[in-house]
């Protein structure tokens, strides 16, 4: 038995026109495809679909959290997401699904599994580089960015001042011509 049949769409004994489906994701849905990047999700996943008399048009839509290490700190921290996608399927002799846009089922088929299209439009969604709101804001307080902070060089503004000071006053008269033009 599948592992997606709650993804299953059975279109056959649906009429012509929109129906919604709901579904909550957690990381159960993800060890499906053998993936643990994520500590925790919840995620709430809304498809708007569109059932026409030679095609079925599908519209995703999601939001939610996920709980990632920031890549920086390695503190876990709750990342919130959200994106859409539309999916177009006709139908045709055979089944293809090389265009990310457009599935073709072939003829005879009387149910859509959408939990590959579900998962990666999840994953795509979550951005490459992961930094913990509190890193931007400077409220995080952690053992890697007090140690981080402790072997920052600290700039000398003496030194700045004491340069401004000792300034050749052939250098003004230079200065003077430029600005004569």
């Excluded at 159960?28 to 053998?34: M, Q, T, V």
């Excluded at 008399?53 to 876990?76: A, R, Y």
């Excluded at 007090?146 to 006053?169: F, G, S, V, Y």
């Amino acid at each position: 038995m599948s592992k997606t049949k709650d993804y299953l769409i059975p279109f056959v004994g649906l009429k012509t026109g929109k129906h919604h489906f709901e579904y909550q994701i957690n990381n159960a849905f993800f060890e499906i495809f053998d993936y643990d990047e994520y500590q925790n999700s919840n995620i709430t996943v809304n498809v708007v679909f569109e059932k026409q008399s030679n095609m079925l048009e599908l519209n995703f839509k999601h939001k939610g959290t996920i709980n990632v290490p920031c890549d920086l700190t390695g503190e876990d921290f709750d990342l919130p997401i959200k994106g859409k996608m539309k999916l177009i399927v006709r139908f045709g002799e055979e089944f293809n699904n090389d265009n990310e846009e457009l599935l073709i089922l072939p003829f005879g088929e009387f149910e859509i599994d959408i939990a590959q299209y579900i998962y990666e439009m999840i994953v795509l969604s979550v951005p490459q580089r992961r930094v913990h709101p509190g890193v931007k804001d400077g409220s995080l307080k952690s053992e890697a960015l007090e140690r981080l902070n402790e072997l920052a060089i600290k700039e000398k503004k003496e030194n700045k001042e004491e340069n401004t000071e000792d300034i050749d006053p052939r250098w003004d008269k230079l200065k003077k011509l430029l600005t004569d033009k």
